[in-house]
T-cell receptor
């Protein structure tokens, strides 16, 4: 059974304090690993898709990396507007559905 | 591109009534749409997957007679919660995928409260 575990559950940082969020996964044949951002009361917003180990993608202050067992979302010099819940999900080859982790609630204090 | 809308954003209904939630892909054709349920401070739980023109595939434990899903066109899917009860109160979110793409684009969600 596919499993996704995110850590930490919650993270508080000061503005400008860089850190990383972890997503560990177990899947039989990975098609893709997805990162989303979700604000309270809103639907998830797509950030990145990673397909193979060693792949990296960047968007503004965010950088996602992938290994065969885990993915990291690195946040560089975060701002208060980066506060949100970050969700990781995996998709198995041949499947349409996503399996989500429980998310990391990130708070950036000014 | 890849904008998904949901209507209504919030709905309150009485126990025993039915409520319909619409999910639309505004700027692309969605061959596949998904319906999720999310409890407070919890992650998304997939309820069903629907391909245009086909019957929806429900996840284990989801009552297909209670949660009716229709995907009649490439831009519209509906979720009808029949004979709603307070335990059906939740945040319902849809997502949509383009043909040949793996990414899912999510709608803004619908907050359902059953009194």
């Amino acid at each position: 059974e596919d499993q996704v575990t995110q850590s930490p559950e919650a993270l508080r940082l000061q503005e400008g304090e860089s850190s990383s969020l972890n997503c560990s996964y177990t899947v039989s044949g990975l098609r893709g690993l997805f990162w989303y951002r979700q604000d309270p009361g809103k639907g998830p917003e797509f950030l990145f898709t990673l397909y193979s180990a060693g792949e990296e993608k960047e968007k503004e202050r965010l950088k996602a990396t992938l290994t065969k067992k885990e993915s990291f979302l690195h946040i560089t010099a975060p701002k208060p507007e980066d506060s949100a819940t970050y969700l990781c999900a995996v998709q198995q080859q041949g499947a349409q559905k996503l399996v989500f982790g429980q998310g990391t609630r990130l708070t950036i204090n000014p | 591109g890849a904008v998904v809308s949901q209507h209504p954003s919030r709905v309150i209904c009485k126990s025993g009534t039915s409520v319909k939630i619409e999910c639309r892909s505004l700027d692309f054709q969605a061959t596949t749409m998904f319906w999720y349920r999310q409890f407070p401070k919890k992650s998304l739980m997939l309820m069903a997957t629907s391909n245009e023109g086909s019957k929806a595939t429900y996840e284990q434990g989801v009552e297909k007679d209670k949660f009716l899903i229709n995907h009649a066109s490439l831009t519209l899917s509906t979720l009808t919660v029949t004979s709603a009860h307070p335990e059906d109160s939740s945040f319902y979110i849809c997502s949509a995928s383009k043909a040949g793409s793996y990414e899912q684009y999510f709608g803004p969600g619908t907050r359902l409260t059953v009194t």
